[in-house]
Every structure is written in C-alpha cells, then in structure tokens.
C-alpha cells in the first residue's frame, strides 16, 4: 500500500504554525470507497487509511518508510506566501483598495 509523506499547511484560522512543523506519513487508499445502501455513507474495509504518522523531519519519515518495506512519495512543501499589512493602511488617504472591514 502506497503511502505519502508531507508537511500539512496550517489552518486558515491559525495566525501562528501550531501543528504544520512535522511532517506525515499517510496512507493511499486501494479500494474505491462504497456507499451504504441504507443510510448512504461511505464506507471502506481498509483500516490503513485512518493512520496517520508524525514526524520531526523528513529524514525520519523517509527512514522509517524505508525500514517497514513502504513505497512512498514524497511532496514538497508549499511555499509559504504572506502579505505584509499594517492596520493604518486602511485609512491612508489616496488609497487605489476598498476598504475593508
């Protein structure tokens, strides 16, 4: 079963980098998910799918897929992109913007 390994993004609603330092080992799903006929939800027999690994660096999760006999991908990780405000900037006067609140 072939496994991923990536560092998470943060979450829109952190200003901070709470839970986006180590990096993950998930597992892929093999098997296409089916519906429940009676009640709809999907399901799956594949119990990997709910594991996931952390790890402090990329090496360690490398290593230890390597050592269990796991392929893996590894993904880069996203650029982090940051727009530099100042809360001052949205009373400026000539500002070409709408205000926002």
Same mark, same amino acid.
């Given at each position: 079963?072939? /496994? +991923?390994?990536?560092?998470?993004?943060?979450? /829109?609603?952190?200003? *901070?980098? *709470?839970?986006?330092?180590a990096w993950v080992l998930e597992? $892929?799903?093999?098997?296409?998910?089916? /519906?429940?006929?009676?009640?709809?939800?999907?399901?799956?027999?594949?119990?990997?799918?709910?594991?996931?690994? +952390?790890?402090?660096?990329?090496? $360690?999760? $490398? /290593?230890?897929?390597?050592?269990? *006999?796991?392929?893996?991908?590894v993904q880069p990780e996203a650029?982090? +992109?940051?727009?530099?405000?100042s809360y001052s900037d949205n009373?400026?006067? *000539?500002?070409?913007?709408?205000?926002?609140?």
């Amino acid at each position: 079963m072939p /496994a +991923r390994i990536y560092k998470p993004a943060r979450n /829109a609603m952190q200003s *901070g980098k *709470g839970k986006s330092e180590a990096w993950v080992l998930e597992f $892929e799903q093999e098997t296409p998910r089916s /519906a429940d006929p009676l009640m709809g939800w999907t399901s799956t027999n594949e119990t990997k799918t709910q594991v996931r690994l +952390r790890f402090e660096t990329l090496e $360690e999760a $490398e /290593a230890y897929a390597q050592k269990n *006999g796991i392929a893996f991908q590894v993904q880069p990780e996203a650029p982090v +992109r940051r727009q530099k405000k100042s809360y001052s900037d949205n009373f400026k006067f *000539g500002r070409t913007q709408l205000w926002t609140h």
